[in-house]
């Protein structure tokens, strides 16, 4: 049974000859080893190359079975014996397997090894044999740039995740390709909805910029100008926000030089500089290096311009059977980029030159139709004369290992225009590269800091015990970052933000630190300079309102922890603005200056003095034993205040008035609502002819928060509708019909149910809460008379109305507002109750009123008559039609003869004034009789009926 070796060995008549010269030609021209195993007689060839890969000469190494098991390394034969056996046993017609093997220096080559299994017939013998004939391929090379490629990938990976900087990468049509984490976080977007849209049809650049921006990357992309200096331009981001950023911005191109995009590196200046967020993963730039290809060969014929290949190389280029394999259609496979440098190189450097063919270029996959990277290696044959006649190598796709390049330039662009120092230190802490940003920032260079400790550069401020922690959160978590004051080489002490990641293997260990700083000194000064600014008040140097109300806050908090007492005055200078207007600001600022300093020399030294604002000051007293220690501090401030000041000769007295607060009170209050008692305090103190102190009262300023509590209830309750009317008939007690009702509101509460008018009116008397509340009755009595009308009620409806509208000529232009809301209302069904007491404070002003009233149609009555001063110039001034008799009077009228008097007497004046009398508080017949006897016939009472909603009143007329 032949072998490969005998068929090489004995192909030497005019039939073989061919093809065991090109059988010779692929074994030489090949970098692979090639072998040939019979499984039935156990006989094997190894080729030359398959020898030399192991570094042995073709008569170093006896070729049989046992020789390929013997170099296998140790941990590979069992799996590889394995393997071997379940291929032979199974219907697998194509044989691949990794493992390593023993070279002749000792070290040991990763072998990638393919076969596929044949069977021979002999026709001499007419026997039939087994074989396994494949290649070995060194990966040596490969493995190398695959660690190479990895180790790239993990720095960027690191860089590109730990980098503050916004990073943005764009095609050369200016379509997204890269946003990193960075910029989805400052501009509000994703970068998966980014990329591939154009970055100039977004909604991120100012309308106003946009031309000359998008002008500018034309420009810089057709390299018509250079961007040495970066640009400042503001972006818009998702909500709306304009942001400042500067921008650098740096060409990205292939091997070959052309440009294939753009990468910009921008940072937000809004925030001084402030580089503190992490950058999201885009997307990984390096992956894995890609696992091995598949390898191809090819056959050129140059006299008949044919040429054929492996099925890989089928594959590879998505060719069909039937596709016409010619030079021109091989030609037509390359990417129309590539033609005619191809086209060029194949003629004159190869055929015509005599060169070995070695090119990368691009093709187009006849099927997918997609675009692939291959490197192509061949050799030329050459006929007996020196004249090329074929063609003979491998091709194979590098489109991975080409995609990863693209990705290690990006990456490579990152580290250079960083505005970032970067540090990559190995595990055992040395340097063993930097960035350009680096040497900007330390003042070393990169030559002067390799193989160095990064504590060359420490400062020397930071004690063991910090880096201690440091290292020590490092190792544990993988990553620190924090302040750091570092040296620079010119001895220059700065501070930085710096964030340390560690670099690690497949395995967890660590491989390499990398270090990002950014010197942040300018915004150290910045917010030292706006701390200042925002906690200082400018003329005097004394701590400002802000300050102040952190340090009352705490404090109180202290006060609270050790159950002591504290004080707050606040001063307010007496005569100030005279001197300001007859003398100018700016012997006042000094009259201020001068003032602040004698309140810090009388002050404690726990005593914190402040400067709120114009002429006031505050003073905390912290810890006191008694008022009258703090009371006794307080005078020595008004003491410091009378004492004569004299600028530019003008001697100038002056005074305080002091308000004092003190904490814990009866009641939670916070550090606001201290300062705002101790201010109302200081205007008491104003009142009573200041220069003088006054301490405010915490047990009024509960009622008040109380009274002011129920008058926000109240106000709640008259717009969210839950406030209602009941209605009290008044009736002509002699014939008993229904004169009129009085409309008597109630709070139907919904949590203490319906709750009377003496709950909750009282509170809002001398507020103007009741004026709204006046006119929600008017209106809902104006609105139930229409309803009452629709179903042919007319029954005059009477409200009773307060001092507050009562004083207010906008009751009138109200009046009007509602007989033009409701024109089918008569304005004498709805009568107005002025309280005789509402009346007194303005008489004038309230017989206007209550003239006008009556000239619209409205009736008036007096109500309560009898409890104010029941005066003869009060009936005569006011124009009315009815006087209702307080219910006080009526209700013992038949047990008490003062109040029967009384009854006599305001009945009277009522006739003498032709008015109508109404009894309130009628609650027996006996009363009805009695009052009929004195003139009296109308009367209102629980006698008569009790007040009811509407319905249920209509319910008691059928009745």
């Known amino acids: 049974m032949k072998t490969l070796n005998t068929i090489i060995s004995n192909a030497g008549d005019d039939e073989n000859s061919h093809l065991k010269e090109l059988l010779n030609f692929t074994l030489e021209g090949s ?458 080489k010119n001895g220059e002490i700065y501070p930085t933000f710096i964030r340390i990641s560690t670099i690690k293997n497949e395995n967890d260990e660590i491989l390499n630190f990398l270090a990002l700083f950014s010197d942040i000194t300018e915004q150290k000064n910045n917010e030292l300079k706006l701390k200042k600014m925002t906690h200082f008040d400018c003329l005097t140097g004394l701590p400002n309102r802000t300050m102040f109300t952190d340090i009352l806050t705490s404090a109180i908090s202290d006060v609270d922890a050790k159950k002591s007492t504290l004080s707050l005055a606040f001063l307010d200078l007496d005569g100030f603005k005279q001197i300001n207007d007859t003398l100018g600001h700016e012997i006042g600022d000094q009259v201020l200056k001068i003032i602040s300093t004698r309140y810090i020399q009388d002050a404690r030294d726990t005593d914190i003095v402040a400067r709120i604002g114009g002429d006031e000051f505050v003073i905390l007293l912290k810890e006191i034993d008694s008022i009258e220690e703090s009371i006794n501090i307080y005078e020595r401030f008004l003491e410091a205040t009378r004492k004569p000041i004299v600028i530019d000769g003008h001697k100038l007295q002056i005074s305080c008035s002091i308000g004092i607060s003190y904490y814990p009170q009866t009641l939670p209050v916070d550090s606001g609502q201290l300062i705002r008692q101790a201010d109302n305090a200081m205007y008491q103190a104003k009142i009573a002819g200041k220069d003088s102190y006054h301490i405010f009262d915490d047990v009024q300023d509960q009622i008040a928060r109380e009274l002011h509590q129920k008058i926000i209830a109240i106000n709640h309750a008259i717009t969210h509708d839950e406030l209602v009317l009941f209605y009290q008939p008044k009736v002509d007690m002699p014939s008993q019909n229904i004169i009129g009702v009085e409309a008597l509101i109630r709070w139907q509460h919904p949590e203490k149910g319906l709750l009377p008018p003496i709950e909750f009116l009282p509170a809002i008397e001398k507020n103007s809460t009741s004026i709204y509340l006046d006119k929600w009755v008017i209106e809902h009595a104006f609105f139930q008379a229409k309803q009452w009308i629709l179903k042919d009620i007319a029954i005059p409806i009477s409200v009773n109305i307060g001092a507050q509208i009562l004083q207010n000529f906008k009751l009138i232009e109200f009046l009007e507002k509602m007989i033009a809301k409701y024109p089918k209302v008569p304005t004498k069904l709805i009568e107005l109750e002025v309280l005789e007491t509402s009346a007194l404070e303005d008489m004038h002003h309230v017989s206007i009123i209550m003239q006008t009233c009556q000239d619209l149609g409205f009736k008036i009555s007096i109500d309560d008559f009898g409890t104010g001063y029941s005066s003869l110039e009060y009936l005569k001034s006011l124009s009315a039609s009815y006087l209702k008799i307080d219910q006080s009077f009526v209700r013992d009228m038949l047990i008490d003869n003062g109040d029967l008097a009384i009854l006599k007497a305001v009945i009277g004046l009522a006739q003498a004034f032709d008015m109508q009398t109404i009894a309130e508080g009628v609650e027996t017949e006996e009363h009805s009789k009695e009052l009929i006897k004195l003139g009296c016939n109308i009367g209102q009472g629980y006698g008569i009926a009790k007040p009811m909603p509407a319905q249920a009143l209509q319910e008691w007329l059928k009745h």
Not at 114 to 128: E, G, I, M
Not at 241 to 246: G, I, V
Not at 261 to 286: C, F, P, R, V, W
């Open 31 to 488: 970098q692979d080893g090639v072998w040939d195993w019979n499984v039935d007689t156990n006989e094997v060839y190894y080729s030359p190359r398959w020898k030399a890969i192991l570094g042995y000469q073709d008569d170093e190494l006896i070729a049989n079975d046992f020789t390929w098991e013997s170099l296998l390394h140790p941990d590979d034969i069992a799996a590889a014996k394995n393997y071997n056996q379940k291929f032979l046993q199974g219907n697998q017609s194509s044989y691949e397997a990794n493992f390593r093997m023993r070279h002749k220096d000792g070290h040991y080559v990763p072998i990638l090894s393919r076969a596929k299994k044949s069977v021979f017939h002999d026709p001499l013998t007419n026997k039939s044999s087994t074989h396994l004939i494949g290649i070995h391929i060194d990966l040596t090379k490969i493995i190398t740039i695959q660690e190479q490629l990895q180790q790239q990938t993990e720095l960027t990976n690191t860089y590109l995740n730990n980098t503050s900087a916004i990073m943005l990468a764009l095609d050369v049509n200016a379509n997204v390709t890269m946003l990193n984490k960075k910029g989805e976080e400052t501009l509000g977007v994703s970068a998966a909805s980014l990329i591939g849209q154009s970055w100039f049809e977004l909604s991120l650049m100012p309308p106003e910029i946009h031309k000359n921006i998008l002008n500018t990357f034309n420009d810089f992309i057709h390299q018509r100008i250079e961007l040495n200096e970066s640009i400042d331009h503001e972006l818009i981001t998702k909500n709306g926000e304009r942001r400042m950023f500067t921008w650098s911005n740096a060409l990205l191109k292939d091997k070959n030089g052309q440009v294939i995009g753009t990468l910009s590196s921008a940072i937000d200046i809004t925030e001084h500089y402030k580089l503190q967020e992490k950058l999201k993963k885009n997307e990984n730039l390096l992956k894995n290096a890609q696992k091995l290809a598949k390898i191809g060969h090819y056959t050129l014929d140059i006299l008949d311009e044919k040429w054929n290949c492996s099925e890989e190389v089928n594959v590879m280029f998505g060719l069909t059977p039937s596709y016409p394999k010619t030079i021109k259609s091989w030609l037509a496979i390359i990417h129309p980029d590539h033609q005619k440098m191809m086209k060029e190189y194949l003629y004159h450097e190869v055929i015509c030159e005599r060169q070995a063919f070695d090119k990368e270029f691009k093709i187009i996959n006849q099927l997918s139709k997609k675009s692939l990277w291959v490197h192509g290696i061949g050799t030329l044959k050459l006929d007996e004369q020196g004249n090329p006649i074929e063609l003979f190598g491998t091709i194979q796709n590098i489109s991975r290992i080409k995609r990863t390049e693209k990705r290690i330039t990006l990456a490579s662009k990152v580290y250079k225009n960083a505005h970032e120092g970067i540090i990559v230190t190995n595990s055992q802490g040395k340097i063993i590269d930097v960035n350009i940003a680096f040497s900007n920032i330390t003042g070393f260079s990169r030559k002067e800091v390799l193989g160095k400790n990064p504590n060359l550069l420490s400062s020397g401020i930071h004690q063991e015990e910090f880096y201690n922690n440091l290292w020590n959160t490092l190792l544990k978590n993988g990553s620190w970052e924090g302040e750091i004051w570092n040296k620079r």
